[in-house]
């Protein structure tokens, strides 16, 4: 029996991040998601579902706005959720590292120059 890897540190971190970085994040790794074969076909259905709806001229709930956020919210929650933690897990690590090397701007330490530097009073 796996043990399910704890998530509640991935919320934790996320919160300092902001929501709309989150947001971001998460229509990334759904993109993945939808696009891995490991994830059953069954599954994928609930964000693509979530979109359908919103696109539906037709409102099943009176709450227009508010069920339309929600169903997003859900399909897409649900769907992160059931899908296997293992293929979860492996995809935001891969996110994480083009996140990380897109803020190193490409520098490596061979072309950082060091050295000291001398302050020159100015000419009178």
């Given amino acids: 029996m796996s043990e399910k890897p704890d998530r509640s540190l991935d919320r934790a971190s996320s919160k ?6 989150e947001l971001y994040k998460n229509l990334r790794l ?9 994830v059953n076909p069954i599954l994928k259905v609930l964000p693509i579902g979530a979109l359908i709806y919103l696109l539906l001229p037709t409102d099943f ?12 919210w859900l399909g897409a929650t649900l769907f992160i959720e059931l899908c296997p933690n293992d293929v979860v897990d492996e995809h935001r690590k891969a996110l994480n590292q083009t996140t990380v090397q897109s803020v190193d701007m ?6 950082v120059i060091d050295a000291e530097y ?4 100015p000419q009178k």
């Fill in 16 to 21: 300092k991040e902001g929501f709309f970085n």
């Fill in 30 to 38: 759904i993109v993945r998601l939808l696009k891995d074969s490991r």
């Fill in 61 to 72: 709930l009176p709450l227009n706005p508010i069920d339309d956020g929600l169903v997003l």
């Fill in 106 to 111: 490409g520098k490596s330490s061979s072309e």
């Fill in 118 to 121: 001398k302050e020159i009073p």
